[in-house]
């Protein structure tokens, strides 16, 4: 019923960046919350940057000052601009949804496929 579809991973040298995006798209009331998590090999996926569909954000100490997330509510999309990216980032980007579809009343967490991002040094 929904579809999370990000994009934008790639490869990129040591201070350099990418920009990630995220369309939700199916059978959408309405979007709460929407954010990117990361998970490295051997590591625990984990939160990177929140965003409501007010505008407020939240982001794990190890990317403030160099990530920036964001969101167009007319587009259902959220964005997450890397700058200054260090070799400790790469891993698979997640974004993830908390959405109500129609005909329910209540929230839900959807989840992307995940896009690699790697940063060499």
């Known amino acids: 019923q929904v579809q999370l579809v990000e994009s934008g991973g790639g490869l990129v040298q040591a201070g350099g960046s990418l920009r990630l995006s995220c369309a939700a798209s199916g059978s959408i009331f309405t979007i709460n919350a929407m954010g990117w998590h990361r998970q490295a090999p051997g590591k625990q996926r984990e939160l990177v940057a929140a965003?409501?569909?007010?505008?407020?954000?939240n982001y794990a100490d190890s990317v403030k000052g160099r990530f920036t997330i964001s969101r167009d509510n007319a587009k259902n999309t959220v964005y997450l601009q890397m700058n200054s990216l260090k070799p400790e980032d790469t891993a698979v980007y997640y974004c993830?949804?908390?959405?109500?579809?129609?005909?329910?009343?209540?929230?839900?967490?959807?989840w992307g496929q995940g896009t690699q991002v790697t940063v060499s040094s």
């Open positions: 993830n949804a908390r959405i109500v579809t129609w005909g329910t009343s209540q929230w839900r967490d959807y």
């Open positions: 965003i409501t569909n007010g505008g407020s954000t």
